[in-house]
């Protein structure tokens, strides 16, 4: 099984500023790797795939980045509504056998 | 609109079963495939399995193999996801999701509201 590792549990940052989220996988899933957003009570929300496209209506602000075995997630400047908790999950295998990271929780500093 | 709409909580005792059902809306069915996750309070989110809407192969995480099934009714487009011999750690929000076919590998674009389950004697 492949194990992602998501750093840091815990981000706090101040709205404006710039948040780097980064995902470790335990083996190479090439550019198979995708970013969720899920706020309280809510579904998860897709906002990265292929490590670096952007899904449907997601803002500029969000950029995704790396391949391999390492990447990073960054939001330019946050707003409000930012403030969240983020997956990174992969997809590489097949027959499937996806795994999420245990979240970073992005807190208002 | 897309739409993945699921079935309503459960309350169930050890050892039962639980069927989640979710219907989709606003595409075609069988062009996209199906992923199940859950997520136990406070936790994180955990991959339960994946079904091909077009054949009905499944494929299911390993330490829910043999326990889980998941399944599908094209005439009204609709996915389930059974777990049988429910335990205290299966209490979690099951989630479907819509999945792009394997040969467009891509993330899960589309979410259901979330199933509640509980599982408590």
């Known amino acids: ?109 | 609109q897309v739409q993945l709409v699921q079935s309503g909580g459960e309350l169930k005792k050890p050892g039962a079963s639980v069927k989640v059902s979710c219907k989709a809306s606003g595409y075609t069915f069988t062009t996209y495939d199906l992923s199940w996750v859950r997520q136990a309070p406070g936790q994180g989110l955990d991959w339960v399995g994946y079904i091909s809407t077009n054949n009905g192969k499944t494929y299911s995480a390993q330490n829910l193999q043999g326990r889980v099934t998941m399944t599908t009714d094209t005439s009204t487009s609709t996915a389930y996801m059974e777990l049988r011999g429910l335990r205290s750690g299966d209490t979690a929000v099951y989630y479907c999701a819509r999945a792009p076919p394997p040969t467009e590998a891509a993330g899960l674009d589309y979410w259901g509201q979330g199933t509640l389950v509980i599982v408590s004697s």
């Open chain 1, 1 to 109: 099984e492949i194990v992602m590792a998501q750093s840091p549990a815990t981000l706090s940052v101040s709205p404006g500023e710039r948040a780097t989220l980064s995902c470790r996988a335990s083996q190479n899933v090439n550019n198979n790797l995708a970013w969720y957003q899920q706020k309280p009570g809510q579904a998860p929300r897709l906002l990265i795939y292929g490590a670096s496209i952007r899904a449907t209506g997601i803002p500029a602000r969000f950029s995704g980045s790396g391949s391999g075995t390492e990447f990073t997630l960054t939001i330019s400047s946050l707003q409000s509504e930012d403030f969240a908790v983020y997956y990174c999950q992969q997809y590489n295998n097949w027959p499937p056998e996806d795994t999420f990271g245990q979240g970073t929780k992005l807190e208002i500093k």
